[in-house]
């Protein structure tokens, strides 16, 4: 299936997810065009990192589609290890490979998974350190760094893989309130330079500043959705209120 | 401007413990002696296919089986006399490790260390053939079998191996214990016999009973040096037979599954022991 | 060099001291012949359980029930009988089923010799003990960091070389050493199927010399520096892999 700009990059149409009994998701729907930077927020519990997980197909869904760029992420003959190099993904643990130095974690995968030349592949990772401002880090092992060096590492290495959308789970949660900016300036870097993003957040300003659509949800379905204007100020839901005035 | 931030501590790896015996299924699968059973099964029907007026291989087997029994039972006798020997002696070298005198200390270490580096196989023969026929105890002759020397030979890896569990659960206890007992003015002895020991006594039954069924495996080495247990019970009774060669498969198996069917239940048992009591802890 | 030997001699005719293998060039020969067989069998053992203890370890997370239930029995019937019975039952039993070569004098012999068996043997009965070490190993990795790699996406067979093995292998290098020295004391059984290693070239001297408590201290000694390289190698090598940053 061939697929064009103007259609959405990532198409979530009815999704039904459930662990075991429980139902996580219950009809979710959103569309994400490229080059947009959308933020999903919502309480404990609601689905969110579910959702996201859902799009490069860690989590598997029950009913409803899930296209990535024309793909159908459910579809049992998909192969998924081609999904995950269009899709990156950062998460709030950052999970690097304790054993490899910075430079190191970043070149890995596009050496084993995408077959490139090892010399290239260094190049691009010291690039991409600079880019997320760590080039001094690069013999550096993750035990080594803060939390936020870790992430920002986190973000290289998922970009290393150049990929299409990348997928941003709750990543600021583990970080002391000092490191959250630094991590959250790259963010905002990367989505000025035209990278799709898809964040979980419970970033507010960030989400107000950067954010092309917000959706809000809540028990597992999107309650509410707007672009950041609309949504931060004329909120309709009693449900999305009662949540921003809790946060805000 | 509220929000919820918090500083994790994240474990680049999991704690580690370290596990001796396995862990999967703390329930015995007799479905294990299916294998084994059909490995004797089917290697004595191989081989009766190419046998004619000799007496089928299974009843062979069912012949010898009583005193394959009773030789397997020798062992067992050995092993505990081991056990028996190697603890207590092993006690005395683990708190001798423990000592505060230096050359206590010193020399038990270094005993204890030799002992373990030393092959089972050669502290064996070290014995048959350096301890004396027979002893002269205050004037009664106490003559040393073959079988008593094996025991002996055995008993000594296992007391090094019980003075190092000892010295391990002394010294996994964590050190508040000893403070404690300092504050209350306990004397060293009395912190070690009333508080120390028998708070590890938990500790050191998983790796001693572990120990044990080592312990028992290692018995047929016995039969290198001459001592008749199983292992020679069936050499002798294959060369009765002939020398058949396709008894060989069922027999050495039969003797793999008692050997199993002995060890296997003893080291489920470590688990479960070892799992209830670190949870104790 | 020649002084060096004749100075035992000396030793021998003023103290009674026997030690043959030092002042008599054939039993030196043999000494040295038994320590270099010795050497060899410990090596390759090595080399093969530990190759079987990764596949083993591999094969237990495999999805299919049976190949779980082969290797977990494979693990608890090499744990739970005795290595020489298995000695005995691969050199005899199985020994007779293997088709005989014709040999440089004229007659034939097995295609696999006494070394060959107790290779085999010893390796399967270390293995097994080494599935178990490495599975404890594989699970003390985080399912996160595994997540990760999924994520960037690496096949499962790249995660288990790539992240899983370096990491569960610093984790379990203390029990894996404590496996390794029991093989080395466990070679010593081979003497049972004549094979001509330490012991069995020791006990052909002391036949012959009758100096048996010289021999015995000698053996003690040799297998004592014997095991104290390898626990030195083995530490050197937990050295030289520890990751700065993370103290276990």
């Known amino acids: 299936m061939s697929w064009n700009d103007t259609e959405p990059m990532v198409s979530i149409k009815d999704v039904y997810k459930s662990f075991g009994t429980l139902e996580v998701l219950k009809g979710v729907s959103l569309d994400v065009m490229k080059g947009e930077v959308i933020c999903i927020i919502g309480p404990s519990g609601s689905g969110k990192s579910t959702l996201i997980r859902c799009i490069n197909g860690l989590n598997d869904i029950q009913a409803g589609s899930i296209l990535v760029e024309g793909q159908e992420v459910n579809d049992p003959e998909l192969d998924k290890l081609e999904l995950r190099k269009k899709v990156g993904m950062v998460f709030q643990q950052y999970n690097l490979f304790p054993h490899k130095t910075a430079l190191e974690n970043v070149m890995m995968a596009p050496i084993r998974v995408l077959k490139h030349d090892k010399e290239i592949a260094k190049k691009a990772a010291v690039d991409l350190l600079r880019k997320v401002g760590l080039e001094d880090k690069e013999k550096a092992y993750p035990g080594e760094m803060s939390g936020g060096q870790q992430q920002r590492v986190a973000i290289a290495r998922s970009l290393a893989m150049n990929p299409d959308v990348i997928l941003f789970d709750e990543v600021t949660a583990a970080l002391d309130p000092e490191t959250v900016n630094e991590v959250l300036l790259t963010i905002k870097r990367l989505a000025e330079d035209g990278m799709t993003c898809i964040l979980v957040t419970h970033e507010m300003g960030f989400a107000r500043e950067v954010a092309d659509h917000i959706y809000f949800t809540d028990g597992g379905l999107i309650v509410e959705h707007g672009n950041p204007k609309k949504f931060f100020e004329n909120a309709k839901d009693p449900r999305t209120k009662e949540f921003l005035s809790q946060i805000l | ?281 | 060099m020649e002084t060096f030997y004749e100075w035992f001699l000396i030793l021998y005719e003023d103290t009674g001291i026997n030690l043959p293998f030092m002042y008599d060039d054939y039993d030196r020969g043999r000494i040295l012949n038994g320590l270099w067989a010795t050497i060899k069998l410990s090596a390759t053992c090595v080399l093969f359980s530990v190759i079987i203890g990764m596949v083993g370890a591999w094969l237990q997370g495999s999805p299919w029930k049976i190949t779980r239930r082969v290797v977990n029995f494979y693990v608890q019937l090499f744990r739970n009988t005795p290595p020489l019975v298995q000695l005995y039952f691969f050199y005899f039993a199985v020994g007779i089923l293997i088709p005989r070569v014709e040999n440089d004098w004229g007659g034939t012999s097995p295609l696999i010799d006494s070394f060959g068996w107790a290779v085999i043997s010893l390796s399967f009965f270390a293995g097994a003990f080494n599935v178990e070490i490495f599975r404890s190993g594989i699970e003390a990795v985080p399912k996160s960091t595994i997540e990760a790699a999924k994520a960037l996406g690496f096949s499962r067979l790249q995660i288990y070389k790539d992240i899983t093995l370096p990491l569960a292998l610093r984790v379990v290098i203390p029990s894996l050493n404590n496996n390794l020295v029991n093989l080395v004391k466990t070679t010593t059984l081979a003497y049972a199927i004549a094979v001509p290693e330490l012991l069995y070239e020791s006990n052909q001297i002391w036949s012959d010399n009758v100096n048996v408590t010289e021999m015995m201290l000698f053996l003690l000694f040799a297998y004592f520096i014997l095991v104290g390289i390898l626990v030195w190698a083995m530490n050197s090598w937990d050295r030289s892999l520890k990751i700065p940053g993370f103290g276990q």
Do not use: H
């Open chain 2, 1 to 281: 401007m509220k929000y919820q931030t918090y500083k994790t501590d994240l474990p680049v790896m999991m704690p580690y413990k370290p596990v001796e015996i396995e862990n999967f299924g703390s329930s015995i699968k007799f479905w294990y002696l299916v294998p084994i059973l059909a490995l004797i099964l089917g290697t004595s029907a191989i081989a009766q296919s190419g046998s004619d007026i000799r007496l089928g291989t299974m009843q062979t087997l069912m012949r010898w089986m009583p005193l394959l029994l009773q030789g397997f039972i020798f062992n067992v006798l050995i092993s505990v006399m081991a056990m028996a020997i190697g603890t207590g002696l092993g006690a005395a070298l683990g708190i001798g490790q423990l000592s505060l005198n230096r050359l206590v200390r010193s020399s038990s270490w270094l005993l204890t260390q030799f002992f373990r580096n030393a092959p089972w196989l050669v502290l064996l023969f070290f014995a048959m053939f350096l301890l004396p026929f027979e002893v002269n105890i205050f004037g009664i002759i106490v003559p040393l079998p073959d079988w008593v020397k094996a025991t002996i030979g055995l008993a000594l890896p296992v007391m090094a191996n019980v003075s190092e569990i000892i010295r391990g659960a002394v010294l996994s206890l964590p050190s508040g214990q000893w403070e404690a007992a300092e504050s209350l003015a306990y004397s060293r002895r009395q912190t070690l016999w009333l508080i120390i020991l028998p708070q590890c006594l938990k500790r050191m039954l998983p790796p001693w009973m572990n120990l044990y069924a080592i312990l028992t495996m290692a018995t047929v080495l016995a039969s290198i040096v001459g001592v008749s247990e199983v292992m020679t019970l069936t050499g002798e009774a294959l060369a009765a037979e002939g020398g058949r060669p396709d008894l060989l498969a069922p027999f050495y198996a039969f003797v793999l599954l008692i050997f199993f069917v002995y060890c296997y239940p003893i080291a489920q048992l470590t688990v479960r022991l070892e799992r209830k009591f670190s949870v104790i802890n």
